[in-house]
C-alpha cells in the first residue's frame, strides 16, 4: 500500500524553505520501504548542525541515515533508501540473472 508519494504540501517556490524542513529531495522509485517522517527529521538537524558548522554532529546524523539504508547526496540535494544491507559487507547485491534453478 503506501499511497501515492507526490504533490504533498505544495511543493517548489514559496519562501521558507521545503515543507519538510530541509531542501533534499528523495531520488530512487519508492520500492524500498523506510520511515520517512524519521529520514525528514535527521535531515533537517542535519541541515541545522552544517549551518551551525558543527560538522561532527552533521557527519554522526549522516551515519545514522546510512545504517538506515539511506545514503544522501549533498551535490544533488537528494537521498535514496537503498534498504538496510543484510549484513553482507555493504556491496549492492548483483541481480540475479540467467538461468535460476535446474
Not at 515543507?19 to 535527521?42: E, F, L, N, T
Not at 552544517?50 to 557527519?59: N, P, V, Y
Request: proline share 3%; hydrophobic share 30%; net charge positive.
Amino acid at each position: 500500500g503506501g499511497g501515492g508519494g507526490f504533490g504533498r504540501g505544495g511543493g517548489f517556490g514559496g519562501q521558507g524553505g521545503a515543507p519538510s524542513g530541509h531542501d533534499y529531495r528523495r531520488d530512487d522509485d519508492g520500492s524500498v520501504q523506510v520511515d520517512v517522517a524519521r529520514v525528514d527529521a535527521i535531515l533537517t538537524q542535519r541541515m541545522q548542525a552544517k549551518m551551525q558548522r558543527d560538522f561532527a554532529t552533521a557527519d554522526r546524523l549522516r551515519d545514522e541515515l546510512r545504517s538506515m539504508g539511506v545514503m544522501v547526496f549533498d551535490k544533488e540535494k537528494s537521498w535514496k533508501a537503498i534498504g538496510a544491507g543484510g549484513g553482507g559487507g555493504g556491496a549492492p547485491r548483483p541481480y540475479a540473472g540467467g538461468g535460476g534453478y535446474g
